[in-house]
């Protein structure tokens, strides 16, 4: 014992003896003191939690009601459980408080059949589970747990998606610039220290986006990555890995930084606002409808890892020269006319992004990347004809000379697909 500790024991127990009488205490004179130990009690869960972290699903508690979120590989339904006296009603009136839901939203029984389902049901004898997904907006019900199974969907297009303002099976890549327009036009700014049901929420200065659940809960996707799913976390876990998920490897771009913290938080919240098409000249309403029309192409050809065989590598570069070409949009007064300028930025990045998934993922490819490329560099067909035969249109140049401009264009490999259909007689 050392001499410092001796000191102070002897205050504490001979408080009664003189200054003088302190002096001559040796350690042999202190009686040591009982040794006191308080039982522990025996571990009880909690109602419906188990005593260890279950192997499938996450527990929240939102509003009162324990929340299973099933984890990567767990099922796509957000679950809960119903035991015997639990009236379904107060359970739904508490999850529509939380989410927003609406009037008619209630929770199903369901047939235990995914790892989370079965685990939950196996902690929970003779309790019925339920799924929640009624609870949840009809985007996110749709895409969670999933992949999409392809490159270029990302955290932004995933929280609009929830949002109701893009569909489940229209996926693509939303840039940076594109969800600034249109949080500037459909949110207002709010503070992220009050956050509703349906606001969507920007993780440091961009790097991140998601949309707000309610009860703390978000929806999410990390990256354009095709492996990262949709999933549905904690605010607070935004950047943190979660159980089972696809790590990505050194060869992989657009890492999400799992080490990574929340730094800032804006918060943005639906405004209900409409907007007209608005003031725009003829030429401007033919590039919107051109923007259009790639859109609907990239949609439907990129999910379905077609858009390099059917579209071709020359659609990437054509996307490069209209965002070159076309950038007076993006100042435009009109803001209708500023979102599809920023959307077609987009679309550029998703068909740079698909192009690369599909064509130049393999190892093969590492060193054939140029072979590659150069035979799918303009496919003739309907879709070809189709955008060249609009720009010939928009630029006023002789459609008849369409066939020859596509010659041209097919001869000049990683060219400027645009300068041929302007140099068209």
């Known amino acids: 014992m050392s001499k410092a500790l001796l000191v102070f024991l002897s205050f504490a127990f001979y408080g009664d003896l003189a200054a003088f009488e302190l002096q001559g205490l040796r350690a042999a004179q202190l009686t040591p003191p009982p040794s ?5 009690p025996t571990p009880v869960p909690a109602a419906g939690l188990p005593a260890r972290a279950p192997a499938s699903f996450a527990a929240y508690q939102v509003n009162g009601v324990e929340v299973a979120v099933p984890h990567v590989g767990g099922g796509n339904q957000l679950l809960a459980v119903l035991r015997a006296g639990d009236k379904p009603e107060v359970l739904a009136a508490k999850l529509r408080a939380a989410f927003g839901a609406p009037a008619g939203a209630r929770p199903a029984t ?43 969907p990302n955290c932004f297009n995933a929280a609009f998606t929830a949002a109701g303002m893009m569909a489940p099976d229209k996926l693509r890549h939303v840039g940076n610039h594109e969800a600034d327009q249109l949080l500037s036009m459909y949110y207002k700014s709010v503070p992220a220290s009050d956050l509703r ?18 009860g703390g809960l978000i929806f999410h996707k990390k990256s354009y990555l095709k492996y990262h799913i949709y999933r549905i976390t904690r605010l607070d876990k935004a950047y943190d890995a979660d159980p089972f ?10 890492l999400y930084d799992t080490s990574g913290s929340i730094r800032k938080k804006a918060a943005w919240r639906p405004t ?19 923007i ?14 077609a858009l ?61 990347a140029y072979e590659i490329l150069k035979g799918v560099w303009l496919p003739r067909n309907d879709y070809s004809r ?23 264009i097919g001869r000049d490999y990683e060219g400027n697909p645009l300068k041929h259909v302007k140099a068209a007689n």
């Open 308 to 368: 390099a065989k059917t579209l071709g590598y020359f659609t990437e570069r054509l996307l490069e020269n209209l965002v070159s070409e076309w950038g007076a949009m993006a100042k435009s007064p009109n803001p209708v006319l500023r979102a599809y300028y920023h959307q077609l930025e987009s679309l550029r990045d998703q068909a740079n992004q698909s192009i690369e998934v599909e064509l130049l993922s393999s190892p093969h490819a590492q060193g054939n």
């Open 292 to 305: 259009v029309f790639l859109t609907e192409q990239v949609e439907y050809q990129a999910p379905r890892w």
């Open 245 to 254: 998920e696809w790590t990505p490897g050194i060869f992989d771009s657009g």
């Open 386 to 408: 189709d955008i060249v035969g609009r720009l010939l249109r928009l630029y006023g140049r002789n459609e008849a000379a369409l066939e020859t401009t596509l010659d041209a």
């Open 36 to 40: 006191l130990q308080i039982p522990l």
């Open 110 to 152: 369901i047939t235990p059949k995914s790892k989370a389902e079965v685990e939950l049901a196996a902690l929970n004898p003779g309790a019925a589970i339920v799924s929640l997904n009624a609870f949840l907006p009809a985007g996110a019900a749709a895409l969670f747990n999933r992949e999409p199974n392809f490159g270029g």
């Open 272 to 290: 209900g606002v409409h907007y007209s098409f608005g003031q725009a000249s003829a030429d401007e309403q033919a590039k919107a409808q051109i």
């Open 197 to 214: 049901p349906g606001d969507i929420v920007v993780f440091n200065d961009g790097d991140h986006g998601a949309y707000h659940l309610g």
